[in-house]
C-alpha cells in the first residue's frame, strides 16, 4: 500500500489483492486536494494495512472535510471508522441506502452524514463535485463522483479489472496493460455486475450517457490504476457488456483440490 499523487488536484492511494485464478486486483482509494478535502473510498480492513499511515503521506488526516464512501462494499470501508476518528471535521458522504447498509454492521454517526444523491452536486469550496450512477456495479448503494475542475470521474467498481501481476495492479497509469485490458475488464464486470447480461443493450447504453456528458480526462475506478485519455474506449467496452456471460466461481471439487496442493504431505 503506497500514496502517488497523480496530478495537482488528486492522490491515488494504491493497494491490490490477489484474486486465486483471476489475477491481481487494484483497491484503490484517492484523496481530492479541493479547498475542502475529500477523500474517496478508504480501501480494505484487513489488520496489515495501514489506510490513516498511508493517507498521511498525502494530507494531515485532520485536515479532510468531506469522506466520500461510493458504497458500503468491504473493500471500501477498510479505514472509514479510523478516518471518522482522526478527521474530526469530516463529514461522510452516502446515500440512504448506503447508511442502512452500514446499520446492520457498525452504524454511522447520523449527524455526520450528508446524503447526496445521483444528479446532486456539493460546493467544495473551489468547485463542484457531482455524484452519478456507474453504468456498472455491484450494490445498490453505488454512487460515482464527477469533479468538473479537473475533469476527473471517480468510478467506483466500475471500469476495474484483475491484472496480471501486482505491479500492474499497483502502476500508476492503466496503460501499462496493454491490449488486454478490455479483455480484463469484461471478467470483471462478469464478476462484478452479474446482473448485466439480463439487460436490454439500448436501455443499458442510455445509462453510459452521464459518463459521456461529463466526458472526463481522467477515470480513476477504485479496481483500476489510473486511467487518463482513455473515456470513450472504456465507454466502448462498457457497452458490450449486456453481453458479457456471468462469471461462475470454483465449486466444491475445485476448492478441494486447492486445499490439498496446501496439505502437508
Ligand atoms: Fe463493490
Ligand atoms: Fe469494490
Not at 446532486?120 to 453504468?135: I, M, N
Not at 471500469?159 to 485490458?181: C, I, K, M, Q, Y
Not at 439500448?202 to 483500476?224: K, N, Q, Y
Request: charged content about 20%; proline content about 9%.
Amino acid at each position: 500500500m503506497h500514496a502517488t499523487r497523480l496530478n495537482p488536484d488528486v492522490s491515488v492511494i494504491h493497494d491490490a489483492l490477489e484474486v486465486p485464478g483471476l489475477g491481481f486486483l487494484p483497491v484503490n482509494a484517492f484523496v481530492l486536494h479541493a479547498e475542502q478535502p475529500l477523500v474517496v473510498d478508504t480501501g480494505v480492513g484487513l489488520p496489515d494495512r495501514h489506510f490513516l499511515d498511508v493517507l498521511a503521506d498525502v494530507i494531515a488526516p485532520e485536515d479532510v472535510r468531506w469522506i466520500y464512501l461510493t458504497h458500503p462494499d468491504r473493500d471500501h470501508t477498510g479505514g472509514i471508522f479510523d478516518l471518522l476518528e482522526a478527521a474530526p471535521d469530516a463529514r461522510l458522504i452516502t446515500t440512504f441506502v448506503g447508511a442502512g447498509i452500514m446499520s446492520v454492521e457498525t452504524p454511522l454517526p447520523m449527524p455526520r452524514l450528508y446524503f447526496l444523491n445521483a444528479g446532486q452536486s456539493l460546493d467544495l469550496g473551489d468547485r463542484e463535485v457531482t455524484a452519478f450512477r456507474p453504468p456498472l456495479f455491484d450494490n445498490a448503494a453505488t454512487l460515482g463522483l464527477y469533479d468538473s475542475k479537473s475533469g476527473t470521474l471517480f468510478s467506483s467498481d466500475c471500469f476495474g479489472a484483475p491484472l496480471a501481476s501486482e505491479a500492474d495492479a499497483l502502476a500508476d497509469d492503466a496503460s501499462v496493460v496493454g491490449a488486454e485490458l478490455a479483455q480484463r475488464q469484461a471478467l470483471w464486470t462478469s464478476v462484478d455486475s452479474p446482473w448485466v447480461h439480463t439487460a436490454d443493450p439500448m436501455r443499458f447504453g442510455a445509462t453510459l450517457e452521464p459518463i459521456r456528458r461529463f466526458d472526463p480526462t481522467v477515470i480513476l475506478s477504485t479496481h483500476l490504476p489510473p486511467a487518463i485519455g482513455r473515456t470513450s474506449e472504456f465507454l466502448a467496452t462498457a457497452a458490450q457488456a449486456p453481453g458479457t456471460d456471468p462469471f461462475v466461481g470454483p465449486d466444491q471439487a475445485a476448492l478441494e483440490a486447492m486445499l490439498a496442493q496446501f496439505e502437508p504431505v
